[in-house]
């Protein structure tokens, strides 16, 4: 399970098993699990105040980690 | 000496018109990295009951199923060999039978950055060498691979150990691959090698030739997790370019550790003051291959790049705070 972090300088990506902290990086092998589980047709969690990612906002974050 | 050459010293020989880079320089002469087994970040040399990923700083041990294999920086308190202090022990749990889809096996990916110039996947594909002393409680043929980061281009190898509880030097010589995609200088995997503790036959094919295949270990290769208590120690590891191993390039620990943590770094003692609407910067001390992935013990810090992470803070401040970050290929 994931949730979407907003930040200082963008969003991020927690995952919710240790609380880690996954920049939005194709290269990072963890955003790449993340984008796997999307594609899997799992949603993120909405971040603090916002709200849960649409399906469009969930399949821009496929595009920009693939 | 003609100009544009150069005097490349190995360990025995002087080389006239070696090439940086090559089999006989010894700068960037192996591709491993902690090939000597010294660096473990994340263990500090402890147990690791259950590996499935990394262990030793470079290094993996994976499991199809948890629970078969355990690891450790000089498991079982062996005499390394000469010229090294440390090794990759790992320790077969029981006498575990695999089927045709199970895997368990040791490996480290090589970054396209530190494979591009051996040209796989081309006409000029270079010829490498593997080589590594070996122990194990076991004796025979075992296997290991190359693979590209498709998984769809591989070289089983074997090798053999002869005696049990004796350190062999193995020593493997592979020709480039002319075919297949390769990922030249980029920061994604390049090469892996890895080496077969228990391989099933989906994940074994025949040694000694390049084929289309997603392959780990050799067909006909030893199982490791086949016998309760049995042990595979390695270290030495060095992958070089050329026909024939030379002696194993030792660096300094600063840098060794250096290279580790462009892919993992563990910090401890890092402390956030008690203010109000601060950002905390961490600035790393390696540039990491990418933007890593953050644990923390408290709270929550914020990748800036590949350089910083930072921390928000709005009055609540911490002291010993440690952090892990990943940038494993």
Redesign the interface.
Known sequence: MYKLMNTLFGQNIVRLSDNACIPFDPANSDATEFCKWLKDGNIPEAPDGGTVPTQDEVNAIIAKLS | MAYGTINVDTVTTSTQGGVLGAGNASTMKNRIINGAMVIDQRNAGASIATPNGYTLDRFRVNQTTTGKLTAQQNQGSVTPPVGFSNYLGVTSSSAYVVSAGDAYWIDQAIEGFNTADLAWGTANAKTITLSFPVYSSLTGTFGGALRNSASNRSYPFTFSIPVANTWTNISVTIAGDTTGTWVGAT??VGVYVSWGLGVGSTYNGTAGAWSAGNYISATGATSVVGTSGATFYITGVQLEVGSSATGFEYRQYGTELALCQRYYQATTGIAVPVVINI?AFVNLPVSM????????TNG?????STTSI?Q?VNGSGYAGTSLTL????
Request: proline share 5%; charged share 10%.
């Open positions: 920061n994604g950002a291959r990418a933007s890593p992935t953050i644990t923390s929550t810090f914020n990748v800036l930072y928000s990943s940038a494993e290929l």
